[in-house]
């Protein structure tokens, strides 16, 4: 697909609902693509199924549709196969922390070194709004008619628990903020999950961008510090007040950063011309 005149985007316009909170997030990964100043050709971006998938039609770099729940577990082979690319994934509520929990778990233990971005709007927007695991409690879908008996998932809690190095959130109705947010996460060299509190106007009534802006705290304009794990944990526990910012960060050696045959090149140069394709390619025919 073609670039339009910024480089970021393709000449394809988006085709999600006025007003969805999808519009920031793209917003703020062209402007953040910007300021780190990524070519196209350095950056791959995996989506995983959902509204927020569509984005791989309107986005200008490298990209790969997964199938549903399985984003994380390709944007960390791509890493290990050229560690000279960044790598973004891109994927919802449902993909991340229904199908693909197990991944995002495993991954982030190994501290792959990916950037995942989770659109987060509480529930399975593309399929007509059923409950996903991070709808609340007692809260009414199409598949929870009597309210969902669900506790919801703490997508936070989850991957600081699970050793992730930088854990953030940010709002799609904050693009400069969100931005910064994005920055850090892609300058992070390790596992890196930024999750997005975005607004979906036409399923989720309940939090629209003003009740968003109500329930919102800048972490930054505390005397929070992220470098505490277990005071991370009860960071993001918090109801009442949803804190956005950095939640946790530390700095260890990444997984590929682990391994000694990548250290004097990517697996894709050592391996560039010495492997013959050709007979599993004819399975695939
Ligand atoms: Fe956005 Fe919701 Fe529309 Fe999907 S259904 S495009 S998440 S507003």
Redesign the pocket.
């Known amino acids: 697909m073609l670039p339009n005149s910024n480089k970021r985007t393709t000449s394809v316009n988006p085709t999600?609902?006025p007003g969805?909170g999808?519009f920031g997030i793209l917003g703020a990964i062209k402007a953040s693509f910007d300021e780190l100043k990524i070519e196209p050709q350095q950056m791959a971006v995996v989506y995983d199924i959902g509204?927020s998938g569509n984005m791989a039609d309107f986005a200008y770099a490298y990209g790969f549709h997964a199938l549903h729940g399985r984003a994380l577990p390709v944007a960390a082979g791509i890493k290990l196969a050229n560690h000279d690319l960044r790598v973004l994934t891109i994927v919802g509520d449902g993909g991340c922390f229904g199908e693909g929990v197990g991944h995002l778990v495993g991954i982030a233990k190994g501290n792959h070194d990916i950037t995942v971005l989770t659109h987060n709007?509480f529930l399975y927007?593309?399929t007509t709004g059923q409950k996903s695991p991070t709808t609340p409690k007692g809260v009414k879908t199409p598949s929870t008619p009597e309210g969902s008996l669900d506790e919801p998932v703490n997508p936070l809690g989850l991957a600081i628990i699970n050793q992730a190095t930088f854990v953030a959130r940010g709002f799609a109705g904050d693009i400069p903020h969100l931005t910064k947010l994005l920055t850090a996460a892609l300058n992070h060299r390790g596992f890196a999950m930024l999750d997005v509190l975005q607004p979906?106007?036409?399923?989720n009534k309940d939090r629209p961008y003003n009740w968003y802006r109500e329930h919102i705290y800048k972490l930054e304009e505390t005397d929070y510090q992220p470098t505490d794990r277990l005071k991370a944990i009860e960071k993001s526990m918090e109801q009442d007040k949803l804190p956005i910012g950095i939640f946790f960060k530390q700095d260890l050696p990444a997984y590929h950063q682990q391994i000694s045959t990548l250290k004097t090149a990517t697996l894709i140069n050592q391996s560039s011309g010495k492997i013959d394709l050709s007979a599993a390619l004819r399975e695939f025919k």
């Not at 979906?200 to 399923?203: D, F, S, V």
């Open positions: 999600w609902c969805c999808n509204c709007n927007s593309l979906c106007p036409t399923y």
